[in-house]
């Protein structure tokens, strides 16, 4: 059962370069979002999405970009990352947005010197 | 806006002790409540969904209850083991603004052998 994956699990990116973290679910779940967990922040949303084709953002999207062309994939992308933007990305989904359980990956951790 | 606070921050206790881990929320308007572990450099692993229609949830040695009224949660833990130490996350689902969990700061729960 692999349920959520993600890909790299860590990543160091200078200043200004771009890259893509990877998230891929086997639950056929329709929704799934990103979180970026932070010391003193908790746990907040980027981006999500309710199904292939259909984004929208979360309380803190500048900066990320998604797209949503399959069922099972939901990559992030940092178009020109910045050091503010260090910090653990967590992918997760659902099956039910308003009353499902929430399952997540084991997490990306991303440093940008 | 929705506010979730676990208290304490951190609590350490000997094997074998039955403890409970709290969590409070500002706005009773939820979907639901759902626990979570998550350990060191780990993701976040799903422990108990409560709905708000529930009082509460059991999985093995773990009971979860809701008062939605009141804006409380526990996750009651029983006959703890060192492999209980983890940090204890709560969220909630709120009615508004429902595409996000929103996270308390977490619980770091340490068992002593």
């Known amino acids: 059962n692999a349920g959520v994956t993600q890909t790299p699990k860590f990543q160091v990116l200078k200043t200004g370069q771009s890259m893509t973290l990877q998230c891929a679910q086997d639950m056929n779940h329709e929704y799934m979002s990103w979180y970026r967990q932070d010391p003193g922040m908790g746990l907040r949303l980027i981006h999500y999405s309710v199904g292939a084709g259909i984004t929208d953002q979360g309380e803190v999207p500048n900066g990320y970009n998604v797209s949503r062309s399959t069922t099972e994939d939901f990559p992030l992308r940092l178009l020109s990352a910045a050091p503010s933007q260090t910090s653990v990305y967590f992918c997760a989904s659902t099956q039910d947005r308003v009353t499902g359980e929430l399952f997540f990956g084991e997490g990306s951790r991303l440093t940008v010197l | ?113």
């Open chain 2, 1 to 113: 806006k929705q506010e979730v606070t676990q208290i304490p921050a951190a609590l350490s206790v000997p094997e074998g002790e039955n403890l409970v881990l709290n969590c409070s929320f500002t706005d009773s308007a939820i979907y639901n409540l759902q626990w979570f572990r998550q350990d060191p450099g780990k993701g976040l692993t799903s422990l108990l969904l409560i709905q708000s229609s529930q009082r509460e949830q059991t999985s093995g040695r773990l009971n979860a209850s809701l008062d939605k009224s009141s804006g409380r949660s526990t996750l009651y833990i029983a006959a703890s083991q060192p492999g209980d130490s983890a940090t204890y996350l709560c969220a909630v689902r709120g009615i508004q603004g429902a595409q996000k969990l929103v996270f308390g700061q977490g619980t770091r729960l340490t068992i002593n052998p």
